[in-house]
Nanobody
Framework: QVLVVESGGGLVQAGGSLRLSCTASGFSFDDYDLGWFRQGPGKEREGVACFSWIDGTTYYADSVEGRFTISRDNAKNTLYMQMNSLKPGDTAMYYC?????????????????WGQGTQVTVSS
């Protein structure tokens, strides 16, 4: 069964940090684009950070560049995202997703493997 499961969300004060994890199973983790996405209240789902299999690099949304860091442990089939200097605007449900290599790995509509999400709430 193809599955990704997120964890690590929670309530944190502005300026604080959280580390999200996403554990995958049922597919070849190494061969996929992997990304973190979020959907805030009343907003559309947006790309936050991703690994591109095609060029072997990471991409970040402008709003999180320099504050969030995506990483992966292929041996553990796990994707991480370290989130520092959190702001109230970062409050959202955060999702992990995977797809075979894409042209643009930050586009959520292209992904077909999704987790259930983990809630991140940043208080002011």
């Amino acid at each position: 069964q193809v599955l990704v499961v997120e964890s690590g969300g929670g309530l944190v004060q502005a300026g604080g940090s959280l580390r999200l994890s996403c554990t995958a199973s049922g597919f070849s983790f190494d061969d996929y684009d992997l990304g973190w996405f979020r959907q805030g209240p009343g907003k559309e789902r947006e790309g936050v950070a991703c690994f591109s299999w095609i060029d072997g690099t990471t991409y970040y949304a402008d709003s999180v560049e320099g504050r969030f860091t995506i990483s992966r442990d292929n041996a553990k089939n796990t994707l991480y995202m370290q989130m520092n200097s959190l702001k109230p605007g970062d409050t959202a449900m955060y999702y992990c997703a995977a797809h075979l290599p894409l042209l643009h790995c930050l586009t959520p509509d292209d992904y077909n493997i999704w987790g259930q999400g983990t809630q991140v709430t940043v208080s002011s």
